[in-house]
């Protein structure tokens, strides 16, 4: 089993983004830039530890307009966001955010994406072929009850999707800032253009990008079928598709998932 003592958490602040920032002992050249689920885990330090044993430098962001970035958080917001947080991962210096005191990550030799849960397909649609791999874990990426293989499964995660969305209104009314618009219940209810599974087959065809697809398979909130309904249509040569004995949360990876992740970062 992989254990690291996660020393220090630093914040950082990028234009209106703050984020999370962890560094290693030995620092290899590699930038993770590891986007929250929603809401972001507060469970994640195994997670990390599997991470920063690689070496690399970990940033943990919050979206425009969740907690303390600022902005308005919706799913067309989060994909833009990917980008430009894309700028912070590739700097070889940043300051820390209350005391001012300047962090040297060195020289950036990769970046990495990783999307967890609801992220996946925000790390999908946003990454921009900017990133020199990706990786999409427990990965939510149908959200059109008519997408799923079985009506069962699809009215299930619908079902998931209206409580999330009381969870975030109720839970977090401060900390998920919505505005008026609807964007983010469009998108998680299926009904947005961007939420349809056309639109998640065609980016994972289109990937030019190393890319792994990591789900459990005894994932109870994302069914692993789902994921293999999805990879039936895929072609891209730059997928690695592995299912692993595991649940949802990346608090339950056991050793095969963590060999996967650090093997792909490795290599």
Sequence with gaps: MLLYKIMVTYKVKYKNYIANLYIPEQKSGKVILLLPGLPPSTNI????????????????????GFIDS???????????DVAELYNLATKSRVKELYFGKEIEIGKVKEVILI???????????????????MILLSSALLFNPKDFPTKELGKNFADQMKSLLSLLKNAFPFSCRTGKNSDLKDFLLGRSPLSQKKSVVDALNKLKISTLVLHGKNDTSIPVEIIESIQKNIESPYITW??????HSTSSYKEDSQKVITDFILN
């Design 115 to 133: 999307g967890t849960s609801f992220s996946s397909i925000v790390a999908l649609l946003g990454h921009k072929d900017k990133f020199d791999k």
């Design 242 to 247: 592995e299912y692993t004995d595991s649940a």
């Design 70 to 80: 600022g902005g308005i958080f919706g799913a067309k917001n989060s994909i833009k």
């Design 45 to 64: 330090e195994k997670m990390l530890s599997i991470l920063l044993s690689t070496g690399a430098v970990v940033y943990f962001p919050n979206f425009s």
